[in-house]
């Protein structure tokens, strides 16, 4: 029987994390399992193999934006062509897409033989069988029901860090999201089971987990808040480092804030989208907060934990986004000075409330808001960052560098990326670096 499997992952880290579920299952069921697009070399081991060729194709899909949905359609074309050549070949849709699109793909792509939803991965090695003995398209995407799997089966590409996903789904309605359609109503992991599955893992050897959802500030674990599930978790001996993202800042409280002043545990890095700093524009988004709210909150945050690293996503060119509208996120760059920033061109996403507002600012303007805002995000992150140099940071410690097997390569609680000589294997745990070099946005620095 066929038995290689490419799982390619396109999107948020929940997909990240559902990819590794299901490859975990898939290995139990007795497939090989490779990730394509990360940096294992797995993809060149499987391309060594066997010879470039995969029995069973899945991809992870992401619909958030049109260019993510277009990266996969031009993929299924080009499996289509291997098909020809290759009529065993299996080729698998999972996430997003998948919920947003449905069973329609199968007339569209003939060459598609499975589509699973973000809440049957449990299914998927008994689908796989299934097509591998009738050769029929199967579709298999329940509508109710919690779309997260803990199992010990699966995939980390990391001994010492996991993604744990406490919440999914979102009840906020941005307009301009379709994360609301395709992942549906906000549900949360009872606290027992999130506190539980966080031990199995620290048993297991993992030393830092960060926890997941579309927006985990919303989490509801029978009356155990976000704040609350966060000091049971620091609670947890063994476990070193607690992360977590995306949080709306309207759900950003002075309770979470205070948490992490307390907990020494948690990483000093707040993920926080701001999207526009337009009052206008955040109100079109129903962002439910002003500009001047969202800065007020970080600068709370700032006073409370002075060492935080805040980081955010902005739209460009949403709709009615004038030029006023966009300096005045350009402004906010300025102003609030991220230590990273991950700029968005708008693209419409078809049933969202912002579907029927006009899109109209052209692709060139976009490209050019785009571009001015990550030349400017550039400026602030080489001058923050160049202030870091000289000093000392607990830096816990991911794994050796493939390319320079004397060199460590870890992370600061602010979640910065350091590579640094090492006589001992440090490997998931936290050493002294002192940072003395920088180059683009990782640094290089020396043990202390
Ligand atoms: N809270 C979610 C947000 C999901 S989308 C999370 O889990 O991260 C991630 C980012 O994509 C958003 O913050 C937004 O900046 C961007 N985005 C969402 N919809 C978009 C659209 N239609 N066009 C452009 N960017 C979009
Ligand atoms: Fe999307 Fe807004 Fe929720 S960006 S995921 S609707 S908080």
Redesign the pocket.
Known sequence: MSKNVLIRTFG?Q?NVYDSQVAAGLLEKAGYQVFFEGDNSGEEENLEKNNSGKADIVLMNTCS??DHAENRVWGRLGMLGIEKKKNPDLIIGLMGCMVEEHREKLFKRFPQLDLMIGTRNIKELPQLIRQIQEKRQQVSRIKQDGVSIEYSEFTKRESGFHAWLPIMTG?DKVCT????PKTRGHEVSMSARDVCSEAKRLVEDGVKWITLLG??VNSYDGGHVSFPQLLGQLCEIDGLERLSF??S?PQDATEELFQSIARNPKIGRRLHL?L?SGSDKILKRMKRLHTYGEYKTRIERLRELVPDISITT???VGFSGESDEDYQATKRALEEIRFDGA?I??????PG?PASNLPDDVSQTIKAHRNNELLKVQRQVMREKNEMLLGKTFSVFVESLNPENPKERIGRTDQDKRVYFESKEADLGSFVKVRLTDLRHETFRGEKV
């Open positions: 948020c929940m958030v934006r979102c301009f999201c379709i994360v579309q927006n993202t995306t709306h989208p999207q996503d902005i739209i991950f968005y061109k708008y693209s419409v996403r969202t």
